[in-house]
């Protein structure tokens, strides 16, 4: 009886990891697919989320209205990142715009540490979060059964505007060959803003959950984000939109399991194990489980 | 003239001149003047000088972007420090040391020796596989290693204290050592980048698929490149524990690969020249800020303490220079004494 709760248990901690590791994936391969570039400033994105729902806390607004702003927010700052930063160079070196993203990502760490706070701070959070419910005898927060189903939603939603709308197959083609969807007459500026805005709405509904789980925001909380979405593309395969869902649900399973079997003297160990995997991926197995085109 | 003419065929010799003697100049100015905060501040330069030095002869070479060396940096700060500290501080500070390591007490240099030694070789060991990567997979591999590195430099507390600052290191890189290392490396790397590897590594950056048809073996290339970067970041760890003395895992981490990033990038990757400019300047930037930065805390214009503008402004500063010039301020040349241009050689090598 205890098996069947345990097993649920398990299902739902890897389904809720899984859908925000697959989410934060998706965003940082949607960029990737069609310029080319690991955006290191991508895990900022998550702190800019906290940042803004710690300044909006004193405010009378409802939470989901903050939650908003803050997701619009964290949308803002993809789009701008790559209108100011990127734009200027991604014609000319794409090294350049590599170095550029991890120089934004110190910029924005550091731009909190000089007009916030070194410190922690606390990010509001709505009453529905700390709800607890109980299936086959076990206790599960109930923030965890959200997290599946917006994410869920959120991916059917995606994959319903690159599958059925102009914009969609634009940035679809774009991804497969860039040039050649230049060269048909779709405009370069328009397909990768959109494709940074999108990247912004998926890492700041990640945020939100992601503050759920940790409860404070601070300058680094970005790295582990990133991290995550590193190894999940890395995983599935960096050319492939599918891959990168695959690859955040399968690190997903590995770190649970990892938590929940190693031993403890190793455990503290496992975000060395999970990279060594990660290298060993890219060595016998270069471009991920589900191979792009 | 006939000095100065050979010197014009020479080109790595002039080179080399022409960087060193503006260094040499600056360390003696700094060591006649005695300011104990200004030969800090030189002697941290020529530390970073050679961490840039080693990062040019790969990243510029080759082309591929490198967070990994900071991480073998560390370890060759603690490895270095498991030879040269004094088993009565050891038994203080690293509580834990495995039994073998305890008794062990070498001389500062042979003990900097082997802890370069170390970092080499791991560096070689690690690296091999690694250098068939490219493009985003060479840049997220390289990431993967640097945290790899740092967790084990986190956890393994046996011969690091773990996250803890390490203490009780004897002070033994001072100015003269420093720069004396510093130029000897700069040297090494001007003369690299012009030797029969350094160009096979200049040209598999420039046209991977041409190089190898042409029969460069690019992985050997590469690693070579990748390992003579760790080799010398391994021993700027090593001189950099026993400038700073304590010192812990996170000060060998993403921070610190954005200084020296930044140096680089600034001066541009292309050339040794641009290594030392680019250090030089961001010190100057950096040293600059952080005197500002003290100035706005103790007149408490804005209430609290002012934490991050130096990176802040030097971040921006990096996305500048990267969009306006790209290719950095020395656009991949190297500085030259302009002598016996009368004679107009026209085969002098790129």
Not at chain 1, 102 to 117: G, R, W
């Amino acid at each position: 009886m205890s098996n069947v709760g345990a097993i649920l248990q398990f299902t739902i901690d890897v389904l809720s990891l899984g859908s925000l590791y697959a989410l934060m994936a998706l965003g940082l391969v949607i960029i990737y697919g069609i310029l080319r570039l690991v955006n290191f400033a991508y895990g900022e994105l998550i702190m800019v989320v906290g940042y803004a729902l710690f300044l909006l806390s004193p405010t009378p607004l409802p939470w989901l209205v903050m939650g908003l702003l803050a997701v619009l927010v964290s949308i803002m700052t993809a789009y701008l990142t790559e209108r100011i930063a990127f734009r200027p160079l991604r014609e000319r070196s794409l090294t350049a715009v590599l170095i550029t993203s991890f120089a934004v990502s110190t910029m924005l760490q550091n731009a909190a540490m000089l007009f916030v706070s070194p410190r922690a701070r606390v990010v509001p959070l709505p009453e529905i979060f700390t709800v607890q419910v109980i299936i086959a005898e076990r206790i599960v927060p109930l923030r965890n059964l959200i997290a599946i189903g917006v994410s869920i939603a959120l991916l059917a939603l995606f994959a319903l505007l690159l599958k059925r709308t102009i914009l969609g197959i634009a940035l679809r083609a774009a991804a497969d060959k860039f040039m050649m969807t230049r060269m048909l007459g779709i405009p370069a500026n328009l397909v990768i803003g959109t494709a940074f805005a999108i990247s912004g709405l998926l890492a700041g509904t990640v945020a939100l959950f992601w503050f759920g789980r940790t409860g404070s925001v601070t300058p680094e909380i970005g790295l582990w984000p990133l991290l995550v979405a590193f190894v999940s593309t890395v995983i599935g395969g960096m050319r492939s939109l599918l891959g990168a869902v695959v690859g955040g649900y399968v690190l997903a399973l590995i770190q649970m399991t990892f938590s929940n079997f190693l031993p403890p003297e190793l455990l503290e160990f496992r975000v060395t194990f999970v990279f060594t995997l990660v290298i060993f991926i890219l060595l016998f197995r270069p471009e991920g489980l589900i191979r792009g085109r | 003239m006939d000095i100065l003419r050979q010197l014009d065929r020479a080109p790595i010799l002039n080179t080399s001149i022409t960087l060193l003697v503006p260094l040499a100049l600056l360390a003696a100015l700094t060591a006649l003047l005695g300011d104990l905060l200004l030969e800090r501040i030189v002697t941290a330069m020529f530390i970073h000088l050679i961490v840039v030095t080693g990062l040019q002869m790969f990243m510029g070479n080759s082309g591929i972007v490198s967070f990994a060396h900071i991480g073998f940096m560390g370890i060759g700060a603690y490895a270095t420090v498991l030879f040269s500290l004094d088993p009565e501080v050891k038994a203080m500070t690293l509580r834990h040391l495995y039994e073998f390591l305890k008794p062990v007490h070498l001389p500062f240099w042979a003990a900097l020796l082997f802890g370069t030694g170390i970092g080499t070789v791991v560096a070689a060991i690690i690296s091999y596989p690694l250098m068939r990567l490219h493009d985003a997979a060479a840049v997220i591999t390289s990431f993967a290693v640097l945290v790899v590195l740092h967790d084990v430099m986190v956890h393994w507390t046996e011969v690091t204290n773990g996250p803890r600052t390490l203490f009780g290191v004897e002070r033994e890189t001072f100015l003269w050592n420093s720069a004396l290392c510093a130029m000897i490396g700069l040297v090494f790397a001007t003369w690299f980048r012009e030797s029969k590897v350094g160009l096979q590594l200049r040209a598999s950056r420039d046209d991977r698929m041409a190089a190898q048809a042409v029969g460069i073996n690019m992985l050997a290339v590469r690693w070579l490149g990748f390992v003579l970067m760790c080799g010398y970041a391994a021993f700027a760890g090593g001189l950099f524990a026993h400038f700073i003395t304590s010192f812990q895992p996170r000060q060998f981490y993403l921070a610190e690969v954005f200084v020296v990033l930044a140096m680089l990038v600034i001066g541009g990757p292309g050339s040794v020249s641009g290594a030392v400019v680019g250090t030089v300047l961001v010190t100057a930037l950096r040293e600059g800020l952080r005197v500002g930065e003290a100035q706005l805390n103790i007149m408490q214009i804005f209430g609290g303490q002012v934490v991050g503008l130096t990176e802040f402004l030097l971040a921006i500063s990096m996305i500048a220079i990267l969009i306006f010039r790209p290719a950095g301020l020395m656009r991949g040349r190297e500085l030259r004494l302009p002598l016996g241009r009368t004679t107009a050689a026209p085969r002098r090598s790129r």
